[in-house]
C-alpha cells in the first residue's frame, strides 16, 4: 500500500489552488471580452442605422435646401419649395383635386435593366403658362438614351402568328404601350400591315388581313420575356381597304384592372362611321365602348364629309378614379366608369365654341399621364404639323405637365430631342407624306430613379424605349416656379396651339400652317 508524503500533499493542494485560480481568470476573460463583443456589435448597429438615416436625411434636404448652392433644383437660389416626406417614399395618388378625397402613394416603377445606347445631351426649353398664357421659361440640361429596341423581335413574333404562308405582307411594330403589372412589363403594341405600299399599283398581297392589329407580351425588368406573345382577338369592322383595325394603343391601371385603349373605325348609325375610342379590358377580354353624357363633341367638329375623329384620349388614374384628358387644347377632362359611362367634368370654350381643327390643333394626344406629385401628372405628347411647302406632316414629342387642382396645363417643354443616328437607323416607312425622321410616344414609366421611358415608334419603322435621364430636376424646377407663383386658371383656348405652331417654326425656321 503506498502512502504520500507531507511535503507532495502540500505541493500538490498548491498546484491545485493554483489551477482553480487561472480558470477563475479565464473565465473571468471570456466574459470579459464576449461582453466587449457585443458592445462592438450593438454599436456597430447603431451607427450603421443612424448613418443611413443621416444620409437620407442630407439626401432628402439637398434637393431643396438653397444653402447647398449648385445642388438646389428648384429655383436657383431659392429655399421656397416645400417636398413633404411622402414624396420621398412613393408617389401620391389621391388629394382631393379632379379624383376626390383622401392620399395614398404607390410604389415608384421598377428600373428597366438594359445598356443605355445612342445618348444625346441636349439643353430642354420649355415654359410654364398662366391665364394670360407663357410666364417663366425653364431650362434643364438632359439626356436621352436608347434603352431597348422591341423590333424587329415583335414583327418576326406577330408574324409568326397570321396565317400567311405567301409571306407577300409587310409588318412592322408602331405605338409601343408599356406599363408595370404585377411585377412585369405588359407591352401591347401595333402590328400593322403596310397595305398602302400595294395601294397605287393595286398589286394586292396574296392573303388580306386588316391593317392594323394589337400584339401583346410580359418581360421582366431585363426586357426577357416571360409569357408567349399574342395577338389580341378584337373583330374590328372592316370600313374600306386600307385604315382597318386598332390603332394606337395605351395602356392603364384602374382598380385592379388592366385595359389598353385604342381607336378605331366603326359605326354607331348606319353610314355614319367613326373614329372612336375604345376601352379593351384584358382579364375579360372584352370591349368596353365609352358613352359620353350628351355625345362626343367631335361629331361637330369636322366638315360634312370627313370621318368624325375621336381619338388620342390620354388615361390618367386619380385616387383609383379614371379620368381622360380628351383634349388639350382647349383641355376637356372626361371621368370614366369601368362600364363605360362618361361624362365632362372639365370643359374650356371661348366665344366661337371652338372644338378641333385639324389645320390649327397642333397639340393632340400622347401617353397615359402619370403621377409624379400630386397635383401634378406627367405625359408626353405629340404634335401634328402641315408644312406649307408640300402639305406633307412634321411630328415632335413635348414633355407635357398638367395639374388635376384645378385643372390645367401647367408647362410644356420644346420638342424632346435624341440622338440622329437612331432616325438615320429607321427608314421613313410613309415618304409620300412625311419628310423629317420623328418619334411617336404612347407608352410611359417613371421608375424608381426617376428615369422617364417613354414607348415610341421611330420613323413609323421601329418600336423602341427611350430614356430620358435626370428628369427629376426638371420637374423639380417646374413645381417650383408654378408653386411660387401659382395660376388662377390655365392660359385662354387657343393659346397652346399658338404657342407650339410659333415655337417650331423658330426652331425649325420651317413655314407651318395655322388656320
Request: hydrophobic content about 40%.
Amino acid at each position: 500500500m503506498s502512502t504520500v508524503s507531507g511535503s507532495e500533499k502540500m505541493s500538490e493542494d498548491r498546484c491545485r489552488a493554483k489551477c482553480t485560480a487561472m480558470l477563475a481568470i479565464r473565465w473571468h476573460m471570456f466574459r470579459v471580452c464576449l461582453s466587449i463583443a457585443i458592445v462592438a456589435m450593438a454599436a456597430t448597429m447603431a451607427f450603421t442605422y443612424f448613418s443611413s438615416r443621416n444620409l437620407e436625411r442630407v439626401d432628402s434636404k439637398s434637393v431643396y435646401d438653397s444653402d447647398l448652392g449648385p445642388v438646389n433644383r428648384g429655383l436657383r437660389g431659392s429655399n421656397e419649395i416645400n417636398l413633404d416626406r411622402s414624396y420621398w417614399s412613393g408617389r401620391k395618388t389621391g388629394g382631393g383635386g379632379g379624383g376626390g378625397g383622401g392620399s395614398k402613394t404607390r410604389p415608384l416603377d421598377p428600373v428597366i435593366q438594359a445598356v443605355e445606347r445612342q445618348c444625346h445631351d441636349f439643353a430642354m426649353g420649355g415654359y410654364l403658362f398662366n391665364e394670360h398664357g407663357r410666364h417663366s421659361m425653364v431650362t434643364e440640361d438632359l439626356v436621352t438614351c436608347l434603352v431597348h429596341s422591341f423590333s424587329p423581335y415583335v414583327e418576326q413574333e406577330a408574324a409568326r402568328r397570321f396565317l400567311d404562308p405567301a409571306r407577300e405582307n409587310v409588318y412592322f411594330a408602331n405605338s409601343p404601350a408599356i406599363l408595370w403589372n404585377r411585377g412585369e412589363l405588359v407591352l401591347v403594341s401595333r402590328i400593322w400591315l403596310d397595305r398602302e405600299k400595294y395601294e397605287p399599283k393595286n398589286d394586292w398581297p396574296s392573303n388580306h388581313f386588316a391593317d392594323n392589329w394589337l400584339y401583346m407580351q410580359r418581360f421582366d425588368d431585363r426586357l426577357q420575356p416571360v409569357s408567349n406573345g399574342s395577338i389580341l382577338g378584337i373583330p374590328a369592322p372592316k370600313q374600306w381597304w386600307v385604315g382597318d383595325g386598332p390603332i394606337e394603343p395605351r395602356l392603364v391601371e384602374v382598380q385592379g384592372r388592366l385595359l389598353v385603349t385604342f381607336n378605331s373605325a366603326m359605326a354607331f348609325k348606319q353610314n355614319r362611321p367613326i373614329d372612336y375610342t375604345i376601352m379593351w379590358d384584358i382579364d375579360q377580354n372584352a370591349p368596353v365602348i365609352p358613352h359620353i353624357e350628351g355625345g362626343t363633341p367631335m361629331v361637330n367638329a369636322t366638315d360634312k364629309d370627313d370621318m368624325p375623329r375621336d381619338k388620342h384620349w390620354m388615361a390618367l388614374v386619380d385616387n383609383d378614379r379614371l379620368f381622360f384628358v380628351h383634349n388639350l387644347d382647349p383641355l376637356r377632362v372626361l371621368h370614366c366608369t369601368l362600364a363605360g359611362f362618361c361624362k365632362f367634368v372639365h370643359r374650356e370654350t371661348d366665344r366661337t365654341r371652338f372644338i378641333f381643327s385639324d389645320a390649327r390643333s397642333h397639340l393632340r394626344g400622347g401617353t397615359p399621364f402619370v403621377l409624379y406629385r400630386w397635383p401634378y401628372y406627367v405625359s408626353v405628347a405629340h404634335t401634328t404639323m402641315y408644312k406649307k411647302t408640300n402639305h406633307h406632316r412634321y411630328y415632335t414629342a413635348h414633355v407635357v405637365v398638367l395639374s388635376v387642382r384645378p385643372y390645367r396645363v401647367v408647362y410644356i417643354s420644346n420638342d424632346i430631342q435624341i440622338h440622329p443616328k437612331l432616325y438615320r437607323m429607321a427608314p421613313m416607312v410613309r415618304d409620300r407624306y412625311i419628310d423629317e425622321g420623328f418619334i411617336f410616344p404612347v407608352g410611359l414609366v417613371l421608375d424608381r430613379d426617376y428615369n422617364l421611358d417613354i414607348g415610341v415608334h421611330v420613323n413609323d419603322y421601329s418600336s423602341v424605349l427611350i430614356r430620358v435621364k435626370k428628369f427629376r430636376n426638371l420637374m423639380e424646377r417646374v413645381i417650383a416656379v408654378d408653386i411660387q407663383r401659382p395660376p388662377i386658371r390655365g392660359p385662354p383656348v387657343g393659346y397652346l396651339n399658338q404657342h407650339i405652331h410659333d415655337l417650331l417654326v423658330n426652331l425649325t425656321h420651317i413655314d407651318m400652317v395655322h388656320e
